[in-house]
């Protein structure tokens, strides 16, 4: 039976997340704040902590940077009303495992639990910048890395309309995904360099990775450099080379976003999406 510490200034949200857990078959305890938490943690071994952030004495922030000591360091994941991308940053660098926004609803909360509980530890993360204008990572090149840094971003684009925040989700994963298994080689040791910047009419992301770079003439098996003529000609190299069906990603990126740059080596993605009929921009 896994054992969770529930970390939260407020009574009734303790109450109420106790019981949930407890009911789903998890085994339970609660402290007040970080100097609390802290007590629990030195007298019992825990799997898993949800963690407030804004509490007295001592936050979850500074509780998290304090976990680092532990020997047998439990997963966290932070639980915070605060959608200041400083505040989930800072998260990231103390290598929380999920985030959740308060209130969590039951289903969503055992959901997080659940997974958080099967994940491994987070990959460490250099948060370069943490201004809500300009946010910039430094991010290994593995697959959890590009998953974990995907869910962080997301939550960042929080106030976008659900349409903005699909297109830009799906261009930023599928651009990610590709510089770290084609730039990074999937190569834990190194690492791709992001930052996205918020401007009143826009957002921009750019994404640069170690590779070499790539030519379009030289992806046959890939739907964006094929003639019109004969647009779905990459998918007989596919199947004649027993790649999975698809080759679509970059083709439905450029559709997905306003403008799509690369730099002359193509080693680097530069995409934009303008907010101007976007009900959240100002």
Known sequence: MSKILVVDDDKATRHVLQTVLTNAGFSTAVARDGVEALKSLDADR???????VWMPRMNGLELLAKLRTIEARPRVVVMTSDDAPE???KAVREQAVKYVHKPVEATQLLDTVREALAAS?????????ARPEWVELVVPCTREAAGHIEAVMSQLDATLAPDVRASIG???RELLLNAVEWGGKLDPSRTVRIACLRAKRLIMYRIADPGTGFKIEDLPHAAIGQSSDDPIAH?????AKGIRPGGFGLLT????????????QR???VFVKYLDDDPAAP
Do not use: G, Q
């Open 170 to 172: 799906y261009a930023f």
């Open 121 to 129: 530890y987070p990959p460490s993360v250099e948060v370069i910048s």
């Open 235 to 239: 998918m007989h190299v596919r199947e």
């Open 87 to 89: 505040t989930l940053l």
């Open 253 to 264: 990126v450029r559709a997905s976003v306003d403008e799509l740059l690369y730099n002359e």
């Open 267 to 269: 080693n680097e993605v």
């Open 46 to 52: 825990f799997d898993l902590v949800l963690l407030d």
